[in-house]
């Protein structure tokens, strides 16, 4: 459900599949009037399809499952004009190799999409895959200018 528009939700977890449950599970709680852009990078359109059950309209969501650049995202969301977008999942969002450290280019994605929320007046909801071998404090401490859900 739509609730905070101007908002980034950032979802995070060190399972793939809650991630991609919580994503699936808000899609289906919109209403028919909801448009709404999925930005699937780490499986295919078919694979979420097929495999998950959604309850909505094809004509209320575009799923796009190919390679993305932060640029590109921008360019979906002026295009489609939707009402909520999801992002699956941050880490591989490109287009910031203009900065070469990791994390700062995670916080510049985090920082257009934050300001993509704003300027269109929509929710993005975002996955953050949590690194399995570290207690990522310094991860979550990084995003904590953002809404974060930890799973």
Known sequence: MISDK????IVCDRKHSSKIDYIIDDINRNDKNTKMLFFSLEREKEELLNYYSLN???DNLVIVD???TIEKIGEYIRNY???IVYID???LVGGAM???NFNMQQQFILKEL???ANKFHIKIIATYLLNLQTS????IEALSDYKVLVL
């Not at 101007?6 to 939700?9: F, G, M, P, S, T």
């Not at 990522?136 to 991860?139: G, L, Q, R, S, T």
């Open 6 to 9: 101007n908002e980034l939700l």
């Open 56 to 58: 909505i309209s094809v």
């Open 66 to 68: 190919i390679p993305m």
């Open 81 to 83: 004009k939707p009402d």
């Open 89 to 91: 999942y941050i880490q």
């Open 98 to 100: 203009h900065i070469s």
């Open 114 to 116: 934050s300001g993509y």
């Open 136 to 139: 990522n404090k310094d991860v």
